[in-house]
């Protein structure tokens, strides 16, 4: 492990002096993917860190207030090198801060992804160090540049009417077309939209054993990564900052990442179909102390 440290830390330099000039840039107006810095400057308090992860449900573009259709919360234990993905319904019933109550994708339209977070920490106690957005068009984006994602397809999937999903049941490879229609697909599972939250994070899990085989295999693909990050994003996060977290992620290993969505129940608001967090507490415990499920 100290060898491989090593050789990634070897190019840091590199990384520095070239990253810049690949992409658009940080100011780009045409940028994709919006990351960013919650609050104040990325440093692990404690040995953790979170970064708040946000789909958004625009299909062209990438605008800063949209409805979203995709909220995790992902911990990384800097000492354990564990972690977990939190997943919270895009229907869920919650206080936005400052904006009463609705579900909690308002909270993007309403403020933006700074108050998703404040939502979400709202709701946790738990201040995420880095938020990361990214639309329909985005997303796929970055699966043609990075390559397929290989996913545990449970069961057959036909969405013929739905995200167009037409998916066979095993291990498979999802290029851009059908990774998206995969993380779509919501009205054919008997639990919903929870279950496609769920499969989010799987979604996730699967994107660090990629990053983690394409690393082990070639160091210095981080590269890759990077730059597709840079030619698909608008960044307030420092090339070494997004260097080191780049660094992290490729050392974690995907069976030492929970997945694990809130509990909720069905219920209504007025003539609204909605879902309400339940006994979620512990959950919420765990992770702002020890930053894994």
Known sequence: MRRYVALLSAFVALVATTLPLLGR????????????????????????IFVLVIGNDARAGNPDRALADAIHLVGINTTT????????PRDSWVTIPGSGSARINEALIRGGPALVADTVRSLTGIRPDLWVMVGFEDFQDIIKDLGPVTMDIERPIQDPYGSGANLKAGRQPLGATKA???????????????????NHG???IALLRKLRGDVDAKPASLLKWLAATREHARLNVSSDELYRLGVL????????IGNVTVPVRLGMVGSASVVFIQNAA????????????
Not at 30 to 41: F, L, M, N, P, Q
Not at 181 to 197: I, L, P, Q
Not at 249 to 256: C, E, F, N, R, T
């Open 25 to 48: 840039g940080a100011q780009s107006a045409a940028s994709s993917v919006v990351v960013g810095k919650v609050d104040g400057s990325f440093q692990p308090k404690k040995g953790k």
């Open 81 to 88: 090198m564990k972690g977990g993905i939190l997943n919270f």
């Open 180 to 198: 998206l229609a995969f993380v779509r697909t919501r009205k054919v599972f008997s639990g919903g939209d929870v279950t496609r939250t769920t």
């Open 202 to 204: 799987r979604f996730l």
């Open 249 to 256: 992620a490729s050392q974690v290993k995907p069976g030492d």
């Open 282 to 293: 512990p959950i919420y415990k765990r992770f702002r102390t020890t930053a894994t499920l």
